[in-house]
């Protein structure tokens, strides 16, 4: 049975319909690429999966719990979001707080956690990222990839089953890129559980389990990787990787 299945979730924005009926499906260890042009409804699809939007209507199933997405209540969504981690395309550390500070404050705050404890847990998970230099250091003083390294040790230190990452190097600079995808690799070869909205080919070809292909709010393509790239069904999903090749 697959961790995470999503099946015909619709969203609008007033007249705006953003997502046309979606389906999903996550295994326990895949990395699942999610794929598509700008505007095709990728982020959306992850801020509804983890209840950052609402969605108008659709059903999600997580380890083996249905939920109705559109009438899950909050208990429930609190209870999903602990097994889950979220990174941000824009880090969204808090600016007044150290790296360690960021790392601890959900642990402290939302799981009540023991400061000491939090703390071990968080010093472990910025070594894993190799960030635990920087612990006393406040965000400003990063670079964007640090920042967005950090973060993803935030996302770690709650033990998530998942982690959805929304485009986590798209603000960052291209040199700056590599050390993000990096830890994201290391991630993958451990056998973390990992949703990616990305426009990174190479990673989505290398690392990635699983993509889908989505355009105008719907899944045009779902397929193993190296069939994805290798040989790809449909005439939409040949036309956006020979277009991104030939950039």
């Known amino acids: ?16 319909q953003v997502l046309k009926g979606v389906d999903l499906s996550v295994e326990k260890g895949e990395v699942v690429a999610i794929l598509g042009p700008s505007g095709s409804g990728k982020t959306t699809l992850l801020r509804c999966i983890n209840f950052l939007e609402k969605a108008d209507s659709g059903r999600l199933t997580f380890d083996g719990e249905p939920f109705d997405l559109a009438r899950v209540s909050h208990a429930d969504i609190a209870c999903i979001r602990r097994k889950t981690g979220f990174v941000f395309q824009s880090y969204n550390l ?11 404050e959900g642990l402290i705050v939302a799981r009540k956690m023991p400061k000491a404890q939090a703390e071990e847990i968080a010093v472990r998970m910025l070594e894993k990222v190799g960030m635990a230099d920087r612990c006393s250091h406040y965000p400003h003083q990063l670079s964007g990839g640090q920042q967005q390294r950090v973060a993803i040790a935030r996302a770690l230190a709650t033990s998530p089953e998942i982690i959805y990452f929304d485009e986590p190097t798209s603000a960052l600079d ?33 690392v990635s389990t699983q993509v889908v292909f989505m355009e105008d709010g719907q899944v045009v393509e779902t397929a193993p990787s190296a069939a994805f790239f290798a040989n790809p069904r449909q005439e939409r999903t040949r036309a956006f990787l020979s277009r991104i ?3």
């Open 245 to 247: 090749a030939n950039r």
């Open 174 to 206: 291209p040199e700056l890129t590599g050390e993000v995808l990096d830890v994201m690799r290391q991630l993958a070869a451990e056998g973390m559980t990992m949703l990616v909205v990305t426009h990174e080919m190479g990673f989505a070809r290398d």
């Open 94 to 104: 808090f600016r007044n707080k150290t790296v360690l500070q960021n790392v601890t």
């Open 1 to 16: 049975m697959p961790m995470l299945e999503v099946h015909d979730i619709h969203k609008s924005f007033e007249d705006l």
